[in-house]
């Protein structure tokens, strides 16, 4: 009644309901809107860039390290390069040859004004030697002519020679620096894949390595070439005439301040935009492996928003670096135009006064555009290596992550065979000065099966993570058979380990490759007998076709259960000595945790085992059982001395089925009703 009263229109209680209602739903826009603000700042965040040129320079010498062993087809490249560039510009000189000598020659005249030089002395010295006395000079011009037409054939294959040593070159480096990548990433330990998305990760290692490509590729070899280019050439126009080649470089300063200046702005763009596709990669890599929750909250529309506004600081960010490079090409097209005009303007003049001759001017002309040429090439190439430089830069952040997690030099393998023994000597660790474990002290016996329970929090599965070193422990020490795990090799500690943890982790391929994944060497027979053990040959045998059935990304197309029993066959095949099991029952439907548990059971005989649940009922019958809180242990032994001691484990036990005892009476009930009397 009373609620009816308020909810009558015209009341007071009404009035303040709506004004309630409305302030929420203003409220709700509010921080929608501050929701957007906030994801714009994270997706501009990325955009702001300082550089540090020292460590450009140093990135970019340990780069060229990577080229050293393909130093010889960058070599080769660059030779060929050059020699395809120069031998072209012969053919000015010969038409400058043909007009100052051969058509003065015909008309019975003198060269007038042509400065020899020394392709002027090695045409005459060709024509006397190729040619009969008295050749007249159209047919020396057709001689002249003739042979180099004769040479291009040689000139193409230089060509095809720059390309594909290059190329190979390239890809060489490439190869290396990739691998090298790949396996300083796989080292690294699992708090940096804590603190970076995977997106952000790939991206280094394809998007960063892409673009360190362009500058094998387009750069490396093309920058020697015309730098090398320019110097030959700019030197033999001196030769030919010393007055307008100083006028030709007098724009050098002006482009090699503009080149300067335009690529340290082309640069921090190009390395904003690469940490935006860093960001936006990881963005959609998320988003996209959990697109069932996205679809199931009907939030397609938000992570539209969210994508479109990351994609736009960073097409803004791709625009700045447009505009730059624009900038860039247009004022050295500017100064490599400007320059040929103001050198042909005193050419004439110089012609006017007697002093130059045509056909000289004509091959001047000529060859300086070939002078000018690489200058914009190189400007163009300024570009490339400011984005590649950027990328390089990037690449080696990753590089200078110094693996926490790694062999000690005086480290030695296990034995082949261990004991399982596991020890925690007063072990303490944290993150960041923030601590999680606190002086723990236990000793597992071989073959013992320990469980470890607490609220969520606890340090349960830090504790855990701690055998294989995945971390390592700030304070104290872990020992297997009492090896200090930090003094024992890695692969040979974590050979004796296995996992099956509550999340499954299956890749893409049969599921035959999913289970050798836990020995690759295992014969057929060994793989159907672990199948069996785990209870997962029944259902292999059901798909399409058995071990060889293609199970998707991450195990797309298998339930829960029969990932589960997957990961379960997978630790079976690998006979380890020490078992963790990290929630591997959870979530589970009841005949798929029958069959795990059933598989379980069978696992876990003989082997050191530790056991992280949740759900109590899984881990009575454990040989003991240890109950955290805050990083410590409280209490430890077996379930039932657990009940009597009235402490953590039974405020844990009774919360579970307390809610169960009230409707019905189980097993259970009178456990605890003796623990309470």
């Known amino acids: 009644m009373n609620h009816a009263l308020a909810e009558s229109p015209g009341s007071e209680q009404a009035r303040k309901l709506k004004a309630r209602r409305r302030t929420g739903g203003q409220t709700f826009t509010r921080n929608r809107k501050d929701n957007d603000i906030i994801a714009r700042q994270r997706a501009l965040m990325r955009d702001q860039y300082e550089r540090n040129p020292a460590a450009e320079r140093l990135a970019m010498l340990r780069f060229l390290a990577f080229l050293k062993p393909s130093a010889l087809y960058f070599v080769i490249a660059s030779l060929c390069g050059v020699t395809i560039y ?26 007038g004004h042509a400065k020899a030089n020394l392709l002027y ?58 691998n090298k990548l790949y396996e300083h990433i796989q080292s690294l330990p699992l708090s940096y894949f804590h603190r970076h998305r995977s997106g952000s990760i790939v991206s280094r290692l394809m998007s960063d390595v892409g673009l360190a490509q362009n500058f094998i590729g387009n750069a490396c070899t093309n920058l020697w070439m015309d730098s090398i280019s320019i110097i030959l050439l700019g030197s033999f126009l001196f030769t030919v005439d010393a007055h307008l080649a100083g006028i030709a470089m007098l724009i050098l300063p002006l482009w090699i301040a503009s080149v300067r200046f335009f690529g340290q702005r082309i640069r921090s763009a190009s390395h904003a935009v690469q940490e935006g596709l860093s960001e936006l990669s990881g963005q959609v890599q998320e988003k996209v492996g959990g697109v069932t929750v996205v679809q199931a909250f009907a939030r397609e529309r938000h992570e539209m928003r969210t994508f479109h506004r990351i994609h736009a600081a960073l097409f803004h960010r791709q625009l700045d670096a447009v505009r730059m490079s624009a900038f860039n090409g247009s004022v050295s097209s500017m100064l490599t135009t400007i320059g040929p005009i103001v ?167 049969t599921i035959r490759e999913n289970i050798l994944y836990g020995r690759p060497g295992a014969t057929d027979e060994e793989v159907i007998e672990a199948a069996k053990m785990g209870n997962a040959h029944d259902f292999i045998m059901e798909q399409p076709d058995g071990y060889e059935t293609e199970i998707g990304e991450r195990g797309a197309k298998l339930s829960g259960g029969q990932k589960q029993r997957l990961a379960i066959t997978r630790a079976f095949l690998r006979d380890p000595r020490i078992l963790i099991l990290d929630e591997a029952t959870s979530a589970l439907d009841s005949e798929s945790e029958n069959l795990i548990q059933s598989a379980l059971s069978r696992l876990m005989v003989g082997r050191t085992t530790l056991i992280i649940a949740h759900r109590l009922s899984t881990i009575m019958h454990a040989d003991r059982i240890v109950a955290m809180k805050d990083g410590c242990i409280v209490e430890v032994g077996k379930h039932q001395d657990l009940l009597k001691n009235l402490s953590v484990y039974y405020h844990l036990y009774k919360a579970q089925f307390e809610h169960a005892l009230s409707f019905t009476q189980t097993p259970m009930e009178p456990e605890i009703e003796t623990v309470r009397r």
């Not at 120069?86 to 060269?111: C, E, H, M, R």
């Not at 054939?153 to 060509?159: D, H, K, L, S, Y």
Request: charged share 15%.
């Open 86 to 111: 120069l031998v072209p510009q012969v053919i000015p000189s010969a038409f400058g040859y043909s007009v100052d000598t051969l058509v003065a020659a015909s008309k019975g005249a003198v060269a």
């Open 121 to 178: 002395h090695l045409f005459d010295w060709y024509l006397r030697h190729v040619t009969p006395a008295g050749t007249s000079p159209l047919h020396k011009t057709y001689c002249l002519f003739g042979s180099i037409f004769g040479i291009l054939p040689i000139w193409a294959v230089m060509v095809y020679c720059r390309i594909y040593y290059s190329g190979i070159g390239g890809q060489r480096v490439i190869f290396t620096l990739r």
């Open 343 to 509: 050198v042909m303007l005193c050419g004439l003049c110089e012609v006017f006064a007697g002093r130059l001759s045509v056909g000289t001017l004509l091959m001047f002309w000529a060859m300086l555009g070939a002078f000018y040429g690489p200058l914009q090439r190189l400007t163009d190439l300024a570009a490339v290596i400011a984005n590649a430089s950027a990328a390089i830069e990037r690449i080696f952040q990753v590089f200078d992550v110094v693996p926490e997690i790694a062999d000690s030099p005086d480290a030695e393998p296990l034995p082949d065979r261990i004991e399982g023994r596991v020890t925690f000597k007063n072990v303490s660790f944290g993150y960041d000065d923030s601590p999680v474990l606190r002086h723990i002290n236990l000793d597992i016996a071989p073959g013992e099966v320990m469980a470890f329970v607490g609220q969520s929090g606890a340090g349960k599965s830090t504790l855990v993570q701690l055998v294989p070193r995945f971390f390592d422990v700030t304070e104290g020490r872990i020992e297997v058979d009492g090896h200090d795990v930090r003094d024992a090799t890695l692969k040979s500690l974590r050979n004796n380990i296995g996992m099956v943890l509550q999340d499954t982790i299956l890749f893409t391929g």
